[in-house]
């Protein structure tokens, strides 16, 4: 029998099944709630113009950003690209940063690249 259901979040079990509003796992015994983590996923975050901020987008320092733990700035007008956005109040960007890697980007510090 072939399962409709997404793979369990916590261990990517495809065994999941249905209990009334919840999938659970049967084998690591999470249940969650589908539609509460299709609302967690829709996390909007804005730019240093508004404009909002998705994951895969292009974006570019608008202000010296020290990097914690060393004394490298990372300049105005670095490209970096969106690996993924967190919900939290800073450091919400997960970026890949040219010329630095990875790193945590507060949103109203960059702008959204074009093209
Ligand atoms: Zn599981």
Redesign the pocket.
């Given at each position: 029998m072939m399962s409709t259901h997404p793979p369990?979040p916590?261990?990517?079990?495809l065994y999941?099944y249905h209990d009334q509003n919840q999938l659970l796992?049967p084998?690591?015994?999470?249940e969650w709630n589908p539609e509460e983590l299709l609302a967690q996923e829709s996390i909007i975050v804005s730019d240093a113009n508004g404009t909002a901020l998705a994951e895969g987008d292009k974006v570019t320092v608008v202000k010296d950003l020290k990097v914690k733990g060393s004394s490298m700035v990372i300049k105005v007008g670095t490209k970096a690209w969106i690996r993924r956005i967190l919900d939290k109040k800073d450091h919400e960007l997960d970026c890949k940063v040219d010329g630095v890697g990875e790193m945590m980007v507060t949103a109203r510090f960059v702008k959204k690249a074009c093209g």
């Open positions: 369990c916590q261990c990517d079990s999941v796992c084998e690591c015994g999470y």
